[in-house]
Each structure stands twice: as C-alpha cells, then as structure tokens.
Nanobody, 123 residues
C-alpha cells in the first residue's frame, strides 16, 4: 500500500499561484501513477491532471491546460501540482490519488487517496 498526504493549500487572490504537494509513504512511490482531482461541495469529483510513474507522460483536463502543471520527484516520494492564474472556480478541495495500473482521468481507476487540501481563491 501507499499512503498519501497533500499539503500546500490555502487562501490566494485571483490570478495568484499555489503549489500543492503529495507526499507518499509505504511502498515504492515510483511504482505508482499519480493523479490530482478536486471536488466542490455537492459536486462530483473532477479530474485535474495525471502523471505516469516515470514522469514521462502528463495529462490535463482541458480547463487546466496552460495554467496547471503536474510533476513528480521520485527521489523525494512526492508529486506536485503547480497552479497559476488561479480563478475563483478553482476553489475546491484538491485530492492526490495513486494507482499502479491506471493514469487516466477517471477517479474510479485510482486505488489510493489522500485526505485532501483546501484551496480558496478570493475574487
């Protein structure tokens, strides 16, 4: 198993930036693909970005392309989500996820989840 802990959320103004981190412990982090999702109250969990275990391939939701960047450092057992030009609609709780076999946009494909970190973008 792998345990995931997100950090880096907080309050930022519209147009600002944040970098979220997802620290992994347990089994070898480099064995897992990683994804970031977000969920607002009363809404379904939404795909943000994903990265393959090697870091070679990345995938983004259309609305995040050009603003968000996913990356990972397997030596530090950490994945990152750099978020730029933040908008009020980017406000939900952000979750990190991991899977040994899946690196797509469906939340059902990921086996392991962190507890989430809140991002609030003020207008």
């Amino acid at each position: 198993q792998v345990q995931l802990v997100e950090s880096g959320g907080g309050l930022v103004q519209t147009g600002g930036s944040l970098r979220l981190s997802c620290a992994a412990s347990g089994r070898t982090f480099s064995s897992y693909h990683n994804g970031w999702f977000r969920q607002a109250p009363g809404k379904e969990r939404e795909f943000v970005a994903a990265i393959t275990r090697s870091g070679e391939n990345t995938y983004y939701a259309d609305s995040m392309k050009g603003r968000f960047a996913i990356s990972r450092d397997n030596g530090k057992n950490t994945a990152y989500l750099q978020m730029n030009n933040l908008l009020p609609e980017d406000t939900p709780v952000y979750y990190c996820a991991a899977s040994m076999t899946y690196s797509g946009s469906g939340s059902e494909g990921y086996n392991y989840w962190g507890q989430g970190t809140q991002v609030t973008v003020s207008s």
